[in-house]
């Protein structure tokens, strides 16, 4: 069940983030499905951003602590464990995790022990295997997979690896090595929520926000210049909240899609047109605006930072264990 494992850098971070960028338009429109199917999973099973990933920080601090003591699961074999412990646990350090109050974080975890999902003995987290959500994990996995094959595919095609990984190998790989590897993709997604979160305000805006841009990244990529060669970052978002896309979206329809009250999307809708994140059309449906862009560049460059940092990690991992 364990092994020792050896990691060979061959892609380095700043190499994957500059790849990124060169193609941005191609790989955007994959990425964006990913977080946004990624989202929508993480949401289904409490109907609360927040409490998701306090469950993503606790599933993290698990697996890490496996690790750390050189104790690797599979995927089945992880999902087999009755009751999964984490022996040294703060509030302050989800808190940190999660850049939220703690007071916050507190009363999260309350509402998870009040449901007997968790229970907490002595700064220990005893978590039931349910709530850890081996299904929902299972689809993340395959999320990831779609999008790690295509991106390698593309690094082969412009010759910066040696081979390229298809599904089968990637999730032969992830699921084999789960314990050891899915801590990596917790600690992304982590830092990229917290970081729109910061951008946004709340989670639930954010959810609303790329809603909103994948409608407008659709209708994009109906137009001819679309089929013209590269594009990069700023000329893609300009296009996108210049353009006469067509058609946005309205509250009715965002609150089916993310099945969150119209009420509440109404009132995040209407706090993200006065921070000029959202605007209404001529249809009074919601639009990304042109302005903000040089903020939203901003973070979006942190986020893909972090994203590079993942896929190094990974893609270096396939490279050396491929034949394990």
Not at 2 to 9: C, D, F, G, R, Y
Not at 102 to 114: M, P, Q, S, V
Not at 245 to 263: A, C, D, Q
Request: aromatic share 12%; proline share 2%.
């Amino acid at each position: 069940m364990s092994k020792k494992l050896i990691l060979v850098n061959k892609l380095n971070e700043d190499e994957i983030f500059h790849f990124i960028v060169k193609n941005y338009k191609i790989l955007s429109r994959k990425w964006i499905n990913h977080q946004w199917n990624w989202m929508g999973l993480s949401f289904s099973f409490f109907k609360d951003h927040a409490k998701s990933l306090v469950l993503e920080v606790i599933l993290k601090e698990i697996l890490k602590s496996y690790s750390q003591n050189k104790i690797f699961y599979q995927f089945d074999e992880f999902f087999n464990n009755s009751n999964l412990i984490i022996d040294t646990f703060t509030i302050r350090k989800i808190s940190e995790n999660l850049d939220s109050p703690k007071e916050t974080i507190r009363r999260k975890l309350i509402e998870l022990e009040k449901k007997e999902q968790i229970s907490i003995k002595n700064k220990q987290i005893i978590t039931k295997k349910s709530l850890l959500q081996k299904s929902i994990t299972d689809q993340k996995i395959k999320l990831l997979i779609n999008y790690l094959e295509y991106f390698s595919n593309l690094l082969y095609e412009k010759k910066l690896t040696p081979r390229n990984f298809n599904s089968n190998e990637i999730e032969k790989t992830i699921k084999n090595n789960f314990s050891h590897i899915w801590p990596w993709y917790c600690e992304m997604q982590i830092s990229m929520m917290t970081s729109w979160k910061k951008h946004f305000g709340d989670f639930v805006s954010f959810q609303i926000w790329s809603t909103c841009l994948i409608n407008q990244l659709y209708h994009l990529n109906k137009k001819d210049f679309m089929n013209s060669g590269d594009i990069d970052r700023e000329t893609l978002h300009k296009f996108m909240t210049t353009e006469n896309l067509g058609y946005g979206v309205n509250s009715f329809s965002l609150s089916e899609i993310l099945n969150i009250p119209r009420t509440t999307v109404m009132r995040k809708c209407k706090e993200m047109i006065e921070s000029k994140k959202l605007k209404y059309n001529d249809r009074k449906q919601f639009v990304l605006p042109g302005t903000n862009v040089a903020k939203f560049n901003s973070v979006q460059e942190k986020i893909l930072r972090i994203k590079a940092k993942f896929l190094s990690k990974l893609l270096n991992f396939q490279l050396v264990n491929i034949n394990d």
